[in-house]
Every structure is written in C-alpha cells, then in structure tokens.
Nanobody
Framework: QLQLVESGGGLVQPGGSLRLSCVAS????????IGWFRQAPGKEREGVSC????????NYADSVKGRFTISRDNAKNTVYLQMNSLKPEDTAIYFC????????????????????WGQGTQVTVSS
C-alpha cells in the first residue's frame, strides 16, 4: 500500500508558526517531486509550494512567499512545510502529493501532475 501521511496541523494564533510533515510509506521519495496544496471550504484547491527531487528547486505561491519554507529529507522519506507569520486566510486542509518525474530540478504547480496524495491535515489560524 502506497501512502502519504501529513501531520503537524492544529490551531494557532495569527502570527504564529506550524511545521507540517509528510511521510511516505510503501515507496521512497527519491524519484518524486513533492507539492503542498491546500483547500478551504467553498474554495478551489490551491498550490502552496513544491520541491524538486533533490531539493534544488522550490516554488511558492505569491500568497505564502517569504512566510513558508519547503524542505525535504530523502533519507527520512519526509518532506516538511515550515509556516511562519500565519494569517487567518491560511486556514485550510493541507495536502502533500508526490509526482513521479525524471527531472531532478523541476516541480509542478499543477495538481494534475501528481500521482499520490495524502489525506490532509487541518490548519486553523484563529482570529
């Protein structure tokens, strides 16, 4: 069974920080670019960030640039999303996804590229 499991979500005050983790089981992340996406009720799923296979390339949505940082540790089969200076509009379910890709220095902003998805973790920023 191939799985991605997110953790680290919760309730935080505006201006606070959370660190999300995405752990793969049943496969290794060495050959996958990883994306973080989020979806709030009544809104379309939004690409937040992505990271290439070796970590050399990262992309960020304009809404989170300068506040969020994506990283990966392939030895631990884990990808992280550090979220700082959180705002109420960051409230959403956050999903990680894995894209099997040959390129070592590219990651996609589009959800249709991704092969495997986690179940999501809830992030709530109170106001």
């Amino acid at each position: 069974q191939l799985q991605l499991v997110e953790s680290g979500g919760g309730l935080v005050q505006p201006g606070g920080s959370l660190r999300l983790s995405c752990v793969a089981s049943g496969f290794t992340l060495d050959y996958y670019a990883i994306g973080w996406f989020r979806q709030a009720p009544g809104k379309e799923r939004e690409g937040v960030s992505c990271i290439s296979r070796r970590g050399g390339t990262t992309n960020y949505a304009d809404s989170v640039k300068g506040r969020f940082t994506i990283s990966r540790d392939n030895a631990k089969n884990t990808v992280y999303l550090q979220m700082n200076s959180l705002k109420p509009e960051d409230t959403a379910i956050y999903f990680c996804a894995a894209d099997k890709i040959l390129s070592s220095n590219y990651c996609s902003d589009y959800s249709t590229r991704y092969d495997y998805w986690g179940q999501g973790t809830q992030v709530t920023v109170s106001s």
